[in-house]
């Protein structure tokens, strides 16, 4: 079994990432970023299925009977567009599929349909606006994807549109950045593949490609049932609170930061985290030398909120790579964030004994 200190992020990794993020994969249509994960996940598990909403599971069988049943899980789900309307000359009406704000729309590129059509969220230019409308947000009735009539019939109603792939490292050391769009949830499903791959003999590994988490965790909760776990640990890319306030003041509402390693979760709207896996993946950390920190509570979810309620209850808790502007067309991770993550859960899953969910809950 390779040693924590010997899961590294290299070349490979960041071209898999790339490959990944580029994928057009909006909630309810992740058919490519499926078929990526399947074809890198080939010779590396036991078993390899495809549920009835999409989800990819696969099982690395532990060394022996009767070990623990550990469920990770990742969304290759992404935040998007659904083609609601066709207004001619190559100019669609759209619906957000996720949580987006208009504010951040206005001159994106994106690419529409299986043809991955270019287009352009269009707006009013500044030229051609009133003094009132400056001082209105946009929004999303008042925008249009705009393929320039270079559709040619390829786009039609309910086609799904995503940010246009814009992968770039930025930086070198500890610094060292990616900036991409759908790092929410492309990282966690990068790691989740490392996982497969580097798993540890003392567990059986029960690793879910989750579909729909974007709108409402509903390929976790199906996920979560099938494999009937005895824990679940959840990977995802959650928002860093951490720049400055405008104003130039402190800003003391850090929530989590680039440059300070996993966020283990500790509460967050859907869910509160076992705090038997707090202590647990904390003890471990600080075992190892990993850098970490803990996500305060407060808004967002992951696909913990479906897995911790399916069946009699799941004990479950989230680990994430810090991103800033999530759920936009530009998102920013250290890959420092992302290496401390894969080497702390895949300490964890090498120290998971029996034991572990025998404690005393409180």
């Known amino acids: 079994m390779p040693n924590p200190s010997s899961i590294k992020i290299g070349a490979a990794q960041i071209k898999l990432l790339e490959s990944l993020c580029a994928a057009s994969a909006i909630s309810g249509q992740e058919g490519e970023v499926r078929k990526l ?6 010779g590396h598990a036991d078993e390899i ?5 999409g989800n990819v599971l696969a099982v690395k069988k532990a060394a022996a009977r009767n070990r623990p049943r550990v469920m990770l899980a990742a969304h290759m789900d992404e935040v998007g567009f659904l083609i609601a309307g066709d207004d001619k000359d190559g100019i669609f009406r759209f619906d957000p599929v996720g949580g987006l704000d208009a504010r ?4 994106k590129s994106v690419i529409v349909g299986k043809d991955h059509v270019a287009g352009v969220i269009g707006f009013k230019p500044i030229h051609l606006t009133t003094a009132s409308e400056r001082t209105t947000a946009a929004t999303i009735d008042g925008l249009r994807i705009d393929t320039g009539n270079g559709a040619n019939g390829k786009v039609k109603v309910g086609d799904r549109a995503a940010f246009a792939p814009n992968f770039i490292q930025l930086g070198s050391g500890r610094t060292r950045t990616i900036r991409s769009k759908a790092l929410d949830d492309r990282i966690g499903v990068a790691t989740l593949i490392e996982l497969v791959k580097n798993a540890p003999p003392n567990i059986e590994l029960l690793a879910a490609f989750t579909t729909q988490e974007e709108i409402s965790v509903r390929g976790a909760s199906v996920a979560a049932h099938a494999f009937n776990p005895d824990l679940a640990i959840i990977l995802d ?11 130039g003041a402190e800003n003391e509402r850090y929530n989590t930061r680039l440059g300070f390693g996993p966020a283990i979760y500790t509460a967050d709207k859907g869910t509160l985290s076992d705090p038997r896996l707090i202590r647990f993946l904390t003890e471990t950390a600080e075992a190892q030398g990993i850098a970490f920190q803990l996500r305060q509570p407060g808004g ?29 067309a530009a998102s920013l991770v250290r890959v420092s964030d992302w290496q401390d993550t894969l080497r702390l859960v895949h300490a964890a899953l090498a120290a998971v004994k029996p034991s572990l969910l025998k404690a005393d809950r409180a």
């Open 300 to 328: 967002g979810g992951t696909d913990a909120e479906g897995v911790h309620k399916a069946r009699a209850g799941i004990p479950s808790v989230s680990v994430s790579v810090p991103g800033r502007y999530l759920h936009t």
């Open 49 to 53: 299925s495809v549920d009835a909403l």
């Open 104 to 107: 951040q729309l206005v001159g």
């Open 237 to 247: 890319c959650t928002p860093a609170y951490d720049l400055p306030h405008w104003d």
């Open 37 to 42: 994960v399947m074809d890198a996940l080939k």
